[in-house]
């Protein structure tokens, strides 16, 4: 690649300064930049649904390119992006185990009691 003509993407380089580009420390391989995951709360929801991921260099660009891909047609309200490294979850495979506990206390299912007909939506 010419040395005179580099080719920058979206949030990767910083503010000019004294006449030159500041760039980032990271990586400007799209490859290499870390997985974000996207949660967007739409004008009717009250909480966050999982929209999808993508890469991006830092939270910043992050948002931005989240709020361009996924509320294109202005249907959310709120967008949030967390590095996929910084989110933790069980293993589907001991699920039995990991939910186990919950059955022993019955007194949270409200499965012996009794309902008026009149109550259609519980």
């Known amino acids: 690649m010419n040395p005179s003509c580099r080719k920058f993407y979206y949030g ?5 300064k004294s006449g030159h580009l500041d760039m980032p ?3 400007t391989n799209a490859n290499e930049w870390p997985l974000w995951e ?3 709360r739409s004008k009717q929801g009250l909480d966050h649904k999982h929209a999808g991921s993508l890469h991006a ?5 992050a948002l931005e390119n989240a709020r361009d891909v996924y509320t294109r047609r202005n249907e959310g309200v709120s967008v949030w992006v967390v590095q996929s490294k910084y989110i933790h979850a069980n293993d589907p495979a ?6 186990e506990p919950a059955n022993d206390k019955i007194y949270r299912h409200p499965s ?3 309902l008026p007909d009149a109550l259609k939506h519980m």
Request: hydrophobic letters at 45%; glycine letters at 4%; proline letters at 4%.
């Open 12 to 16: 990767d380089y910083g503010e000019p």
């Open 25 to 27: 420390q990271s990586n």
């Open 57 to 61: 260099v830092d939270a910043a660009m």
């Open 94 to 99: 001991t699920a039995d185990e990991f939910f």
């Open 38 to 40: 996207v949660f967007i």
């Open 112 to 114: 012996f009691y009794d």
